[in-house]
C-alpha cells in the first residue's frame, strides 16, 4: 500500500522537474569559503605581438585590463621562455613553431652564453605598462620548457615522442637559470615576481620534438626534484623574502591531485611549496584538488584555462567558460581565476581578437562576460553559498555589500529567486547588470528585493550581476571535526551502514541507538568542505553515481576526491544542523519522513521538514595514549621497535632493537577522530605501515609516505596494565607482533593473527615530556583559536603557562612569550603557511599546527 506521504513526494518530485526552468537559490552568508586574490590573464602569447605594437595600442589593452571601471585584473603571469636551438629550429625552412609562440630568443641561448636582457622585449613592454597602471598587480614567473640546452631531446617543444625532456644533469641548471631571471627582473628593473615555476602542464605527453609551442614532459620524481632545487636556490640567494615556489601547473585537476599526492614522497616538500597552480582545461576532482591545497594551508589558483574542446560558438562559447568559473570557484575554492589568453586571432580564446595587419585589438564578448564577474567581484571579497553551479555570491570585506552573478546558458529564458533571508538586512534594490547576445556589460535597472526575495528573468544566454546593500550577523559557530552519532529529528534515530559492511556501495540507513561503530562517523572539515566517514573503515559517505535528482541514496564509497562525496554542513539552529550535498546542491533526508529502522537517507530538495534537520551527537573515542613521542617497547624481550638502518625510504623494514638513544627508535604517536592511532619515525614523514595492505600471516610492517590507508592505521587495546595491543585497522584479526617470539637484535615485525603472546604485547615509554593515560594533560586544556587563522591567534589556558612559543615550520623562532595563561598573538604580517605552536607547562610539552591564510 503507497501512503500518502511517499504520494505527496512524488507529487513534489514532478511538481520540481516540470517547473526545473524556475530556479531558487539561497545565498547564504553564513558559509563562508576562500577570499578572492583576483583575476587575471597570461602574458604569452598575445603580448609577444601586442608589445611590438605602437604605445597607443600597448596602452589602451593594458588600462582596460586593468581598470578598476572594466576588467579589474591584477594577477599577470609572465613567460620566462626557453628558447629553441637557433642553428635548427628558428628563422629557417625548418621553424616548426606556431608564429606566434615561438620566435623569442632566450635570455641565455647557450650553456656558455651570457645572459641577454635584452630578449623578450614586447612581453616585457606590456608588463611595464601594467605596473604603471596598478603597481600593486601581482606577478608570477613561468617556464613552459627549460632552454633547448637543458633538454633531453635538444628541442623546447618536447621529447621525442612526448618523453620526459628536462636533462636529470640539469636540474640545478634550470633552477639557477630561473631564479636568476626573477632576481634581475627584481634588483635592476623593480619588478618583483611573486612566485615562479619551472613546470606547465608536465604530465601531458603532448609536449613532442618538432612540436609547434614550448612545452616539456617532467616526471613527478623530477618534479620533485625541481621544486627541492628551486626553494634551495631561493633561499641561497636571499630572495624568499619576496618569491616563492609554485606548483605543478598541469592540464587537468585530476592529473594534479595524482601530482600532489606524489609529492608526499619527498619529506617536508610543501612547505617549500608557496602556492598550488592547476590548469581546468580537463578532470573533475576539484574537491580534492582544493584538500591537497587548503589542508596544507597553500594558495589554490586556476592558472590557465580556455574553450578546448568546446564546441559551442557565439556567446554559448563564453557562457561555458563563465560556468567553468563558477564551477572552480565554487567548488574547487580557488582564489584566483586566470585566462589563457587575453588575446586571440580565435574569438572564441580571447577576450580580444587581434589583427597583425592593422596592429588592432577588437573586445570579444568575452570581454563583457568576463567583465561581469571580475569588475565587482574584487580582490579581498570572499565568496559565500549559493549551492548552485550557475550563481556565484561574494561579499565584501565589511560583509555590507553583495555581489551575486549568475549565468542562464539555455536557449529559454529562466526564473531566478534569489533567497536572501539570512542576511541581517537586505536593501530593496540591487544593481543590475546583464550581458547577452545583444547587451554588452549594460546596466539595467535597478531589480527590487521584496521581502528578503531577488525575483528576476534572465534571458536566454546571458550572464547577470546583482550588486546590493546588505548587512550580516556574526556566523554560528561550524561544526567542528569529530566523531559524532548523526540523529535524524523526526525519528530520533541514526545514520546507519547497512549491515555493518565494509563494502563500498553499502546503503546508509537510520536506525535505532546501539553502541556499535557502523552507528559512528568521522565528520572532518577537509580543506573547507565536510567529508564523512564510517568509524571503523575508510569508505566516505556520497550520493550514489553523482546522481543529481530527488532521491538518489546517500551509500558509503570508494574515496574518489570528488564532489558528490564532499557537504556543506549548515547550521539551523537549536542544535540542528542541514547537510547539503556539493555535487547536487540538494539536502539530505530520511526518505519519506519514515521513522522505521531501514529507511533509506537519501538527497532531496529542501523541504524544511523535520526529516531534514540532524544533530551530531560527539562520541569519544578510546585513546588510552596520549599523542606525543614514544619508544615502544615489545613484553617480552625488552626491545624497541626500530627503523631498520635509520633509513629514509619507503618499505625500510620495521625491527625490534636494545636501547639506544637515537631518532629511529622514536616515534610520533597520534590518534585520529575516530581513535585509530599513526606512528611517525620523528626524523622522516612517513609512517608505519601494513606493507602492501597484506592481510595474511607473516606480513611485513615497514615505514611508508602517509597515503592515510587503512594498513597504516591501528587500534591500541588493553593487554594488561600498560601493556596493549596494535590492531591494523585493515585487518582487526591481526596484530603486530615480533616474529616467531625471537629476542635477537633485527628480528621483523610483522602482522599475525592475536594468540594474546607477550611478543603481541607492546608498552609505550615517553620520550621528551609526553606520558601516558587518560588524565589529560595541563597543556591539552589550553584552547587555541581560530585555526585557521588571518589576523590574530587567540590562546586561553586553565593556568599559567611557563612558556609559549610560535615557530616556523622549519623551526624559527617567531614569538616567545613567558608566564602567561591568555595570549593574543598578531598574525597578520606572516605570509600563509604552516606554522607551529609550542606549548610549555614545566616539563608537559604540547605543539600544534597552525594554518595562517591571507
Known sequence: MISLRGILYSLLALLIAVGSEAQSVKVNPDIRYQTIDGWGTSLSWWANIVGA???????????????????????????????????????TTANHFRWDSGEITSYKPSSTSPYDWTANSAQRKVLQEILQLNSSAVLEAIAYSPPYWMTVSGCSAGGVSGAENLSAAMVDDFADFLTDVVEYYHDSLGITFSTVSGLNEPSSTHWKFGGRQEGCVVSQARQRELIVELYNQLQSKGMLSYCGVSAADEYSMDYTVTTLQNYRHTDNLFDKLAQINTHSYAGDKRSAVAEEAHSRGLKLWQSESGPLGVTATGIENHLVMAQRIILDIN?????????????????????????????????????????QMSKYIKPGYQIVHTGNDDVLAALNNTGTELVVVAVNNTSASTSLSLDLSDFASVGSSAQTIRTSSTEDAVTLSNTSVSSSVLSYSAPAHSITTFVMDVTVSTPPAQLADGLYMIKAKHSGKYFSVTGATSTSGSVIEQWSYVNQDNLKFTVKKVGLDYVIKPKYNELTLAIDGAGTGNGALLKQLNEEGKDHQRFVIIPVGSGYYKMVNKNSGKYLAVSGESTANGADVVQWSDLDT?????????????????????MIKAEHSGKYMSVAGWSTTNGALIEQWGYLDQDNLKFEVTAGLDGYYQFRPIY??????????????????????????????????????????????????????????????????????????????????????????????????????????????????PVLLSEVRLLSITGQQLHHVVGVSDLKLPIGELKSGVYLLEIRNGDQVDTRKIIVKD
Do not use: C
Not at 551530531?616 to 595514549?625: C, D, H, M
Not at 587500534?715 to 603486530?736: C, F, M, N, Q, V
Open 684 to 797: 622522516n614523514q612517513k609512517v608505519i605501515t601494513v606493507s602492501g595492505g597484506a592481510t595474511t600471516n607473516g606480513a611485513a610492517v615497514d615505514q611508508y609516505t602517509n597515503l592515510q590507508a587503512s594498513n597504516q592505521k591501528f587500534l591500541l587495546e588493553s593487554a594488561g596494565t600498560g601493556l596493549y595491543r596494535i590492531t591494523p585497522k585493515h585487518a582487526t584479526s591481526k596484530s603486530l607482533a615480533v616474529s616467531g617470539s625471537s629476542m635477537s637484535n633485527g628480528a621483523d615485525v610483522v602482522q599475525w593473527e592475536y594468540l594474546g603472546l607477550s611478543n603481541y604485547k607492546w608498552s609505550f615509554e615517553a620520550v621528551s615530556g609526553s606520558r601516558l593515560g587518560d588524565d589529560e594533560q595541563l597543556v591539552d586544556q589550553v584552547s587555541v583559536y581560530p585555526n585557521p587563522t588571518s589576523e590574530w591567534l587567540y590562546l586561553q589556558s
Open 610 to 630: 523535520d526529516n531534514f534537520y540532524w544533530s551530531f551527537e560527539a562520541v569519544s573515542p578510546s585513546t588510552p595514549v596520549v599523542d606525543g613521542t614514544y
Open 331 to 371: 567548488r574547487m575554492h580557488t582564489s584566483a581565476w586566470v585566462d589563457w589568453q587575453a588575446a586571440s586571432t580565435d574569438y572564441r580564446w580571447g577576450l580580444y581578437t587581434l589583427d597583425t595587419v592593422t596592429q588592432t585589438l577588437v573586445r570579444e564578448k568575452s570581454y563583457f562576460v568576463r567583465k
Open 53 to 91: 605594437w605602437p604605445d597607443s595600442v600597448v596602452q589602451a589593452v593594458s588600462n582596460e585590463l586593468t581598470s578598476s571601471d572594466e576588467l579589474n585584473m591584477n594577477i599577470f603571469r609572465y613567460n620566462i621562455h626557453g628558447g629553441d636551438d637557433p642553428a635548427v629550429h628558428s628563422g
